[in-house]
Every structure is written in C-alpha cells, then in structure tokens.
Nanobody
Framework: QVQLVESGGGLVQAGGSLSLSCAASGRSFSGYGLGWFRQAPGKEREIVAAISGSGVTITYADSVKGRFTISRDNAKNTVYLQMNSLKPEDTAVYYC????????????WGQGTQVTVSS
C-alpha cells in the first residue's frame, strides 16, 4: 500500500476552478492505478476519474466529462484533479485512492479534502 495525502480543496463560486493534488509515499508509484472519488452528504461515494499507472488510460464519470481533468506525475509521486466550470452539485469531500496493478480494488485512501461550490 501507499500513503496518500490530498490538498487543494476549498470554497469556490459556481463556474470557478479548483485544483486538487494527492501526494503518495512509497515505492513503485507507477505500478498503481489512481482514482479520485467524492462523497456528498447523504450520498454514496462515487468515482470521478481514474488514471492508469502509465497515465495512458483515463476515464471520467459522465457528470464531470469535459470539466475535470485527471493527470499524474510519476516523478513526483503525485496525481492531480483539475476542476473547471464547477457546479454546486460538485460539492463533496474528494478522496484520492490507489490500487496496485493488477488488482481492481482501491485499497489505499487519502483522508479527503472538502470542495464547496456556492451558487
């Protein structure tokens, strides 16, 4: 497993942008698939975006396609989530998570960072 620490959350007005970062400790960072998840009050946790170890394969939830961009820098052991055109419904605690290839289970989680979008 790796240890993950998110940063970059905050309060922003609708239409604004925020960038989240997630720094990982541990070795073989490129051997981990990474995902950003979010959980809003009263709702289940959902995956927002995912990126493969090499960064070649990327997927997004339909609700964020065209607005959010996931990326990673394996030299810095960091994954990013750039969020543009934010909406009030994007308000949630955002978590990064890691899964060790070839597992499909995310078993390392960060502590989460709050993103609040005001209308």
């Amino acid at each position: 497993q790796v240890q993950l620490v998110e940063s970059g959350g905050g309060l922003v007005q609708a239409g604004g942008s925020l960038s989240l970062s997630c720094a990982a400790s541990g070795r073989s960072f490129s051997g981990y698939g990474l995902g950003w998840f979010r959980q809003a009050p009263g709702k289940e946790r959902e995956i927002v975006a995912a990126i493969s170890g090499s960064g070649v394969t990327i997927t997004y939830a339909d609700s964020v396609k065209g607005r959010f961009t996931i990326s990673r820098d394996n030299a810095k052991n960091t994954v990013y989530l750039q969020m543009n055109s934010l909406k009030p419904e994007d308000t949630a605690v955002y978590y990064c998570a890691a899964r060790r290839f070839p597992s499909r289970v995310y078993d390392s989680w960060g502590q989460g960072t709050q993103v609040t979008v005001s209308s």
